[in-house]
Each structure stands twice: as C-alpha cells, then as structure tokens.
C-alpha cells in the first residue's frame, strides 16, 4: 500500500483502473438488478447489493476526481465514468 506521500498513479494507470472498475462497476449492477428482481427492493440481500452498488459508484466518481487532481491539464475526464 502507498503513503499519502508517494507519487500519484500515472496516466496509463489512472486508464487500466478506470476499464477495470468500469467493466465491475457494471457487472455489479445488472447483478443488483437481478437481485432485485427476484428477492424484491424491502430484503436484506437487495438492500445490501444496493449499497455495494452505490459505494462503488462513489468509488469511481472519487477516483475520477482523484484522477484529474493527480493531472490538472491533461484530459482524464471518462476514466471512471
């Protein structure tokens, strides 16, 4: 793990996170979806995948931000999104 001090992710590792993140992002997703569908929005699990969805979404938009903190002047916008 590295500390707060150390240098930022590059560029090209700000983009393979992004398409990793993006393709679980989704994935996870359709399978709340799912969830969902089946068990309906009131149960526990439907709940708890909800919130795993949620939290990644959070995720990726802070690490979007992170992303054009790391690289002010440079085009990272979409990495995350």
């Known amino acids: 793990m590295r ?14 996170l992004g398409v990793e993140l993006r393709g679980t992002r989704s994935r996870l997703h359709q399978l709340c979806t799912l969830v969902m569908s ?19 979404d959070r ?7 992170q992303a054009a903190h790391d690289w002010p002047g440079h085009s990272t916008e979409g990495f995350y999104a």
Not at 3 to 16: F, I
Not at 59 to 65: E, M, P, S
């Open 3 to 16: 500390s707060e001090n150390s240098d930022p992710l590059t560029l090209d590792e700000h983009r393979e």
């Open 38 to 56: 089946v068990y309906g929005p009131q149960n526990q699990v439907a709940f708890d995948f909800r919130k795993a969805a949620e939290s990644m």
């Open 59 to 65: 995720l990726c938009q802070d690490l979007q931000a």
